[in-house]
C-alpha cells in the first residue's frame, strides 16, 4: 500500500490541462472573447461579465443594483413577465443575472438548435427592458423579504457586522442588497439608470465554450451586444480598510455561535500573492487537510468545519476566515484559531506542509477544466483579471515557484494577530467583548 | 450533410441518440455492480462507492449512526492511518468526499484519470478494513452534534421540516432525520458503529460507480483486482423496512420560532416513488410539480397566488422521485406582508382545485416536455452528475435499465396520465400541512 502510494506521488507532475484549446478572436465590431471550440455536446455556455458592479449604487440607493437585477428576467420588448418566461421556457435557455459589489454576470445556456433564438431573446433584455412598475412591487416586494430573512440569519448578520465595521460609509459597508429603507424608496428612474450604468461596453469581458465556432460568435457577439452604450469608465470608489484586533459580539438566540474573523488580504498583483495563496491554503484553505482544520475540529472536535480565504475585492484585500461552534465551546475554538494565527506568522510552515499544498494545488488545477460552463467561467474570470490565455500553462510554475523562505517571510507580514478582528453572533458563554 | 438535413427538418432523433452517455456495467464475482460512465473530454475520473444503506436501515434508538459510521470512515484502516486517505487524495490534486441519505451512504474522490488505481487500492481497503478505536469516537461525535447545530439547530426552517418529516410518516423510518435526534446522535458508541459497519459494509451490498476519462475494460481489470477480492459478506440482508400503514386522517402543525422573518406555508403528500418497470405515475408527477410550481411566471400557484391575485413572493411544488420508498409531494406558498397564512394556503387550494376542474394547458406542457429533453443534453457536461444518477438509483431500488429509459419515459408521459396522478396524490387524508411562523405572541 505505502510502497505504490510514493510511487504515485513522485509521478505526479501536475499536468496542465493542455486540452484546453483557447481562441482569442475580435468580432468584426470589435468585441474580444475568448472561445474554445467543444462540439461534442449539442449546446454552448456563454458567459458575460462586466466589470462594475452594485458597489457604483449612488450613496442613497444602495441595492439599486440589486433590484435591477432581479428584474432583468420580468419583461423585455414586447413581452411582459410571463409572456418573457414562457418564450425562455419554450427555448429551454437559461440566462443567470448575477450581482456581486465588482461586477455583473450573466451565465447563458443555450441548444445548439435554439442558438439564434436565444440569443435573440437575451438581447431584448439588455436593450429593452420593461422594468414595468408591477413587476418592480413585485420584486421590491421579495428583496425587502429576503433583508428581512436575512436579518435573522446569523452568517448573514455575521457577514453584515463585518461589512459595517470594515468599511463603513462606502458601498461595501452595506449589504449589496441595500436596506428595507433605501429598497423602499428605489424609483423606476433608479432601476434604468443603473442598467445604464452597468451594461456598458467598456467593462465587458465574455467567453464563450461548446458547440459553437469563433468565426460563428463574431457576429452573433456584435448583435447581441453592438448597441450597448460604450461606457464612461466608472469605477468603485477607492476605500481605506484596516481592522483593529478584537472581537464584536452581536447577540442572537441561537444555540450555536457562528464567528467570521479577518484582516487585512494582498493583492491578486502583488509579487508575493503565490506565496501568500499557497500560505492561506496550509492555514485554513484546504478543507480538512488543513491547519486550523487538524486543531479546531480533528483533534478537539469543536466545530464541523472552519475554513480561511483569500478575497480579491477591487479597493479592498482580506484574509478571513468562519467557523460555527455551540455557545459554550466558540471561546475555545477562537482561542486555538488566534493561537495558531501567532504560531505560523511566528514560525511559518514547515518544508513539508510547503510541498504537500504545492503537490495539492498544482494537481487540482487542469481538475477544475471539466465542463463547458466551469470552462467559459473560468475564462472570463481571467479576462477580467487581465490574464493572458497562457497563464493556465504557466500558472502552476508559479505556484511551485514558492520557496520556504519566501513564504515564511509572507507570513509573518501577511499574518498580524493583534489585527486579527473576530464577529461572533450568537449567545457565546465565557467571551468578552474588546 | 446528412445531420444538416436532419437538423433543417428539424427532427431530434439524431440528437436523442447523441444525448445519452456512454454507460457500461457488469458484475464482479462477490456481487459487487460496477457501473462505468465515458467522458473523454478532460483527463479527470470520479471513483465513487455507493453502499446500499442509509439513516432510514437504522435500528431503533440509533438514528443518525449511518452518518456518523461515515464520518469514521475516514479514520485508520488496515492500510491507512486516520486521515491518510483524504491526505492521499489531496497529494494528488484531488478531492474527496462522503455523503449519507435515507437510502444509501456513498463515498467519492474526483481525481486525474491516471490516479484511479490508487483510489481503488484505498477505497478498498476501507471497505472491510477500518480498525476503529474506543478513542476516535468521541471527538468525532462532538464535530457530528457540531454539524447537527450548524445544520438543523441554527435553521428554524431545519427544524420545521424535521418536525414536518415527522409528522408525514407514521411508521417507516424516513420521519427520523438522516443526522440523528440529539438525544439519540449523543449517545452513539463504538460498538453502535463497529456493528453497524459489520453488516453493511460488504462488496455484495456496495455499487462502484466510475465516471470520466477511463474505459470498461480498464475499470474491469482494476475492480477486479481491488474490489473482486473481497469476500462476500453473507450477513447482509434484504433491507424490509417498516411501512407506512394506510393514512387516514390530513395532520396540521405549527411550527413558531423567533428567528423566523418570513412565514409560509408547506403542505405534503405521500406519494409513490419511481418503481423498477413501473416509473410512469413517477414521471406523471415531475410534471405536475413544474405545471403547478416549477416556474414563479408561468406555474399555476405562481400565476394565481404571485401574478393574479398577488397574494404569495413565492410558490413552488416539488416531487422526489428517487427513493427506495413512498416519497412525498410538496406545495409550498409564502404570503406577501398583509395577507395571513390561513389566506395564502386557502388561495393555493382554490387553485389547485380549479387546476383539477380545468386540466393541462397543453402550451405550457409542450414547453416543460422540451426543458426535459433539454436537461438531458446539458445533463452530459457535468459527467458527476450523471454518475450520481447511477449510484442513486442502484441504491434505491431501480436497475440501470430503469435509468436509462427514464428520459423516454419522461418525453412520452401525456396531459391525461398527468391527471390521473394528481388524483391520486391529493388525498387530503395523506397530507400534512405546516405553518412556519415567529414567536407565539405576535399571533392575533
Not at chain 1, 115 to 129: C, D, I, W
Not at chain 1, 282 to 308: C, F, M, N, P, Q
Not at chain 2, 97 to 107: G, I
Not at chain 2, 184 to 197: G, H, I, S, T
Request: hydrophobic share 45%; aromatic share 8%; proline share 4%.
Amino acid at each position: 500500500m505505502i510502497r505504490i502510494l510514493s510511487t504515485f506521488v513522485i509521478l505526479w507532475a501536475g499536468a496542465a490541462p493542455a486540452e484546453v484549446q483557447i481562441k482569442t478572436p475580435t468580432s468584426p465590431g470589435g468585441i474580444a472573447a475568448w472561445v474554445v471550440e467543444e462540439p461534442s455536446i449539442p449546446f454552448t455556455a456563454l458567459e458575460i461579465m462586466f466589470s462594475g458592479g452594485a458597489a457604483l449604487d449612488p450613496r442613497d440607493k444602495r441595492g439599486a443594483a440589486y433590484l435591477m437585477t432581479g428584474l432583468l428576467e420580468e419583461g423585455s420588448g414586447d413581452m411582459d413577465a410571463q409572456a418573457f418566461a414562457a418564450a425562455q421556457e419554450a427555448l429551454a435557455a437559461s440566462f443567470g443575472f448575477d450581482v456581486y459589489d465588482d461586477t455583473v454576470t450573466i451565465s447563458v445556456r443555450f441548444l445548439t438548435e435554439n442558438r439564434a433564438e436565444s440569443l435573440a431573446l437575451l438581447k431584448t433584455v439588455l436593450t429593452q427592458p420593461r422594468f414595468d412598475p408591477e413587476a418592480i412591487e413585485r420584486v421590491r416586494t421579495q428583496v425587502l423579504s429576503i433583508l428581512a430573512s436575512d436579518a435573522q440569519d446569523p452568517d448573514s448578520v455575521a457577514g453584515a457586522t463585518w461589512s459595517q465595521l470594515a468599511f463603513g460609509q462606502h458601498a461595501y459597508g452595506t449589504p449589496r442588497e441595500g436596506t428595507a429603507a433605501s429598497v423602499a424608496a428605489l424609483t423606476r428612474e433608479d432601476i434604468i439608470a443603473a442598467h445604464q450604468r452597468l451594461f456598458t461596453r467598456d467593462t465587458l469581458s465574455v467567453s464563450a465554450v461548446g458547440d459553437i465556432s469563433a468565426a460563428e460568435l463574431g457576429p452573433m457577439l456584435d448583435d447581441l451586444l453592438g448597441q450597448l452604450p460604450a461606457g464612461e469608465g466608472l469605477k468603485t470608489a477607492a476605500v481605506d480598510f484596516a481592522t483593529e484586533g478584537g472581537l464584536t459580539v452581536v447577540d442572537m438566540p441561537t444555540p450555536q455561535s457562528v464567528a467570521l474573523f479577518g484582516h487585512v488580504g494582498i493583492d491578486r498583483d502583488h509579487p508575493d500573492f503565490f506565496a501568500a495563496f499557497v500560505l492561506n491554503t496550509i492555514l485554513g484553505g484546504r478543507g480538512v487537510e488543513s491547519r486550523l482544520s487538524a486543531e479546531v475540529r480533528e483533534k478537539r472536535g469543536l466545530t464541523y468545519g472552519v475554513s480561511t480565504f483569500l478575497v480579491g475585492k477591487e479597493e479592498a484585500n482580506m484574509l478571513m476566515g468562519q467557523v460555527a461552534s455551540a455557545n459554550d465551546r466558540i471561546g475555545e475554538a477562537i482561542a486555538v484559531i488566534r493561537d495558531e494565527w501567532t504560531k505560523m506568522a511566528r514560525d511559518g510552515v514547515t518544508q513539508a506542509e510547503l510541498n504537500d499544498a504545492q503537490t495539492y494545488l498544482t494537481g487540482a488545477y487542469p481538475l477544475r477544466f471539466d465542463g463547458n460552463a466551469k470552462i467559459a467561467n473560468i475564462l472570463v474570470g481571467m479576462q477580467r483579471q487581465g490574464l493572458s490565455t497562457d497563464y493556465i500553462n504557466t500558472r502552476n510554475d508559479k505556484i511551485n515557484a514558492v520557496t520556504l523562505g519566501e513564504i515564511n517571510r509572507v507570513a509573518a507580514e501577511l499574518l498580524q494577530p493583534e489585527a486579527l478582528h473576530f464577529i461572533v453572533v450568537g449567545q457565546p458563554k465565557g467571551l468578552n467583548e474588546e | 450533410m446528412l445531420i444538416r438535413i436532419f437538423a433543417v427538418l428539424g427532427l431530434c432523433l439524431p440528437m436523442q441518440a447523441q444525448a445519452q452517455a456512454k454507460v457500461s456495467n457488469f458484475m464482479l464475482d462477490n456481487g459487487m455492480q460496477v457501473v462505468v460512465v465515458e467522458d473523454h473530454r478532460a483527463p479527470v475520473v470520479v471513483h465513487m462507492v455507493w453502499y446500499k444503506v442509509g439513516a432510514a436501515d437504522e435500528a431503533p434508538g440509533k438514528s443518525g449512526i449511518a452518518h456518523f459510521l461515515e464520518h469514521l470512515m475516514f479514520k485508520k484502516t488496515k492500510n491507512l492511518a486516520s486521515g491518510e486517505l483524504s491526505d492521499t487524495v489531496a497529494a494528488n490534486g484531488g478531492s474527496d468526499n462522503a455523503f449519507t441519505n435515507q437510502d444509501y451512504t456513498a463515498y467519492y474522490q474526483r481525481v486525474a484519470a491516471d490516479r484511479l488505481e490508487l483510489m481503488m487500492s484505498m477505497e478498498s481497503d476501507r471497505m472491510t478494513g477500518l480498525q476503529l478505536s474506543v478513542d476516535d469516537i468521541a471527538t468525532e461525535r462532538d464535530v457530528v452534534i457540531e454539524e447537527r447545530n450548524q445544520r438543523t439547530e441554527s435553521s428554524p426552517g431545519a427544524l420545521f421540516n424535521e418536525q414536518k418529516q415527522a409528522a408525514m410518516y407514521m411508521n417507516h423510518a424516513y420521519g427520523v432525520p438522516v443526522i440523528g435526534w440529539m438525544h439519540e446522535l449523543k449517545k452513539l458508541n463504538f460498538e453502535d458503529a463497529v456493528a453497524f459497519y459489520k453488516l453493511h459494509y460488504a462488496p455484495n451490498n456496495a455499487i462502484l460507480v466510475v465516471a470520466g476519462d477511463v474505459t470498461p475494460e480498464q475499470v474491469k481489470i482494476l475492480a477486479e483486482q481491488y474490489y473482486g477480492v473481497i469476500p462476500a459478506n453473507s450477513a447482509v440482508q434484504s433491507r424490509a423496512r417498516t411501512q407506512e400503514p394506510p393514512h387516514r386522517s390530513a395532520r396540521r402543525m405549527t411550527y413558531h420560532d423567533e428567528r423566523v422573518a418570513q412565514p409560509y406555508v408547506s403542505r405534503s403528500y405521500l406519494a409513490p416513488e419511481r418503481d423498477s418497470g413501473d416509473q410512469t405515475t413517477a414521471a406523471a408527477l415531475v410534471y405536475l410539480a413544474e405545471i403547478l410550481g416549477g416556474s414563479g411566471a408561468t406555474s399555476v400557484l405562481g400565476t394565481e397566488l404571485q401574478f393574479d391575485t398577488q397574494q404569495a413572493i413565492y410558490t413552488s411544488a416539488y416531487y422526489g422521485g428517487t427513493a427506495l420508498d413512498n416519497t412525498t409531494f410538496g406545495l409550498i406558498a409564502v404570503p406577501v406582508p398583509g395577507v395571513s397564512l390561513q389566506q395564502v394556503e386557502d388561495a393555493m387550494d382554490a387553485a389547485i382545485a380549479k387546476f383539477m376542474a380545468t386540466g393541462i394547458n397543453i402550451e405550457t406542457f409542450e414547453r416543460i416536455k422540451m426543458q426535459m429533453r433539454a436537461s438531458e443534453i446539458y445533463a452530459m457536461d457535468n459527467v458527476e452528475g450523471i454518475a450520481n444518477r447511477y449510484g442513486a438509483a442502484l441504491t434505491q431500488g431501480l436497475t440501470i435499465a430503469d435509468v436509462q429509459e427514464w428520459p423516454r419515459i419522461l418525453q412520452e408521459v401525456t396531459p391525461d396520465e398527468v391527471m390521473v396522478a394528481a388524483r391520486l396524490v391529493f388525498d387530503q387524508k395523506a397530507s400534512v400541512t405546516g405553518w412556519l411562523m415567529g414567536p407565539q405572541e405576535e399571533l392575533k
